[in-house]
């Protein structure tokens, strides 16, 4: 399935047809609702399968509302969450973080939208005083949102600094299988195994209709996910179809296939266009997106014909996103397009 001229978003991609067969087959007489049903079993038993039978899943409806209802499980009102200043709940969900869940973000710059141990430890300042914030979480996007990728060490030293001082770890893994995938680990491998506590599991942007999910690995941190999920508007009354899509993607390991899929038409992309003179690619190319400079001419007439995303209004860096659905084709048609451009 091929998507000429898209690069804006992973979301912009078709449902893959996997999924949209397991929906159709969940679309067969009555079922309980709320949960209750033989597929959510089967989706709950797969994330067990996948992360451990300890770890405890919830199945949403998208990724703000994942993050927010992960983040209310780990947090009091007077409590801080540490995250990069490009993070996705810093920048992208409408402050809903902090107006839903009641806690405040502090957001550390980073070059590449990666965290560093260093930064957490530097961050942990006012500790016991009253009249700060506390931090408590750690949250880390993996993959970022410069399409960067922690790599398990990465991941494991924050975790157990964030540990060391009382504090919880969780990810956003909106594109976590691209992380995955980038890593060659399993999904348990690079989220439970190197200290994360709890993970905003994503797969809409990799093939999905609509279904996220919040993992949590502490049995403890479980028990009031169910009332947390009702209060913030995220529990699905027929919920078989949130459900059937993690069925489709785990069938034959669809969400890896997608994943690598889409990371390699991004390693495609970077690769062509960092030889064509006036591109400079500014972040590293570990997933399925690639952020580049090109001259604001060039930009504005190749968005007459192809979509994607000014990252930076002020230096006219741009992301280029990769999907599942990305062809060779696809690439090697933009490709054509930015050289011709460029070498008007």
Same mark, same amino acid.
């Given at each position: 399935?091929?998507?000429?001229?898209?690069?804006?978003?992973?979301?912009?991609?078709?449902?893959?047809?996997?999924?949209?067969?397991?929906?159709?087959?969940?679309?067969?007489?009555?079922?309980?609702?709320?949960?209750?049903?033989?597929?959510?079993?089967?989706?709950?038993?797969?994330?067990?399968?996948?992360?451990?039978?300890?770890?405890? @899943?919830?199945?949403?409806?998208? *990724?703000?509302? $994942?993050? /927010? =209802?992960?983040?209310? +499980? %780990?947090?009091?009102?007077?409590?801080?969450?540490?995250?990069?200043?490009?993070?996705?709940?810093?920048?992208?969900?409408?402050?809903?973080?902090?107006?839903?869940?009641?806690?405040?973000?502090?957001?550390?710059?980073?070059?590449?939208?990666?965290?560093?141990?260093?930064?957490?430890?530097?961050?942990?300042?006012?500790?016991?005083?009253?009249?700060?914030?506390?931090?408590?979480?750690?949250?880390?996007?993996?993959?970022?949102?410069?399409?960067?990728?922690?790599?398990?060490?990465?991941?494991?030293?924050?975790?157990?600094?964030?540990?060391?001082?009382?504090?919880?770890?969780?990810?956003?893994?909106?594109?976590?299988?691209?992380?995955?995938?980038?890593?060659?680990?399993?999904?348990?491998?690079?989220?439970?195994?190197?200290?994360?506590?709890?993970?905003?599991?994503?797969? @809409?942007?990799?093939?999905?209709? *609509?279904?996220? $999910?919040? /993992? =949590?690995?502490?049995? +403890? %941190?479980?028990?009031?996910?169910?009332?947390?999920?009702?209060?913030?508007?995220?529990?699905?009354?027929?919920?078989?179809?949130?459900?059937?899509?993690?069925?489709?993607?785990?069938?034959?390991?669809?969400?890896?296939?997608?994943?690598?899929?889409?990371?390699?038409?991004?390693?495609?992309?970077?690769?062509?266009?960092?030889?064509?003179?006036?591109?400079?690619?500014?972040?590293?190319?570990?997933?399925?997106?690639?952020?580049?400079?090109?001259?604001?001419?060039?930009?504005?007439?190749?968005?007459?014909?192809?979509?994607?995303?000014?990252?930076?209004?002020?230096?006219?860096?741009?992301?280029?996103?990769?999907?599942?659905?990305?062809?060779?084709?696809?690439?090697?048609?933009?490709?054509?397009?930015?050289?011709?451009?460029?070498?008007?």
């Amino acid at each position: 399935m091929s998507l000429p001229g898209e690069f804006a978003s992973d979301n912009a991609a078709p449902v893959h047809p996997v999924v949209m067969d397991a929906i159709a087959a969940a679309n067969t007489g009555a079922s309980p609702a709320y949960g209750a049903d033989p597929w959510t079993h089967r989706a709950e038993q797969w994330f067990a399968d996948t992360f451990g039978a300890e770890s405890s @899943t919830t199945l949403v409806w998208n *990724g703000t509302g $994942a993050n /927010v =209802v992960a983040l209310r +499980a %780990l947090l009091k009102p007077w409590e801080a969450v540490l995250c990069t200043a490009q993070a996705h709940i810093n920048v992208d969900e409408c402050g809903a973080p902090e107006r839903i869940a009641g806690c405040k973000l502090v957001d550390l710059p980073t070059p590449g939208g990666k965290l560093t141990p260093a930064q957490v430890e530097a961050a942990l300042v006012g500790i016991g005083d009253q009249h700060r914030v506390q931090p408590r979480v750690v949250s880390l996007t993996q993959a970022t949102e410069y399409g960067t990728v922690y790599t398990r060490d990465e991941l494991r030293d924050i975790s157990d600094i964030a540990h060391r001082h009382g504090l919880l770890v969780h990810m956003d893994g909106a594109r976590i299988a691209n992380a995955a995938a980038a890593l060659g680990t399993s999904l348990r491998e690079c989220t439970v195994d190197v200290g994360i506590d709890v993970l905003s599991f994503g797969a @809409t942007k990799n093939g999905a209709m *609509g279904a996220e $999910a919040v /993992v =949590v690995f502490d049995p +403890a %941190l479980a028990a009031s996910l169910p009332f947390l999920r009702k209060q913030t508007a995220q529990l699905a009354s027929k919920m078989r179809y949130l459900a059937a899509q993690f069925i489709g993607l785990a069938h034959d390991d669809t969400w890896l296939v997608n994943a690598r899929q889409a990371n390699a038409m991004a390693h495609r992309l970077a690769e062509a266009i960092r030889e064509i003179d006036g591109v400079t690619i500014t972040q590293s190319v570990d997933a399925n997106a690639v952020f580049a400079l090109l001259p604001r001419a060039a930009t504005e007439a190749l968005q007459r014909d192809f979509h994607f995303y000014v990252w930076d209004e002020v230096t006219g860096e741009v992301r280029l996103m990769c999907n599942w659905a990305t062809e060779p084709a696809d690439v090697d048609q933009f490709v054509a397009a930015i050289r011709a451009e460029l070498s008007r």
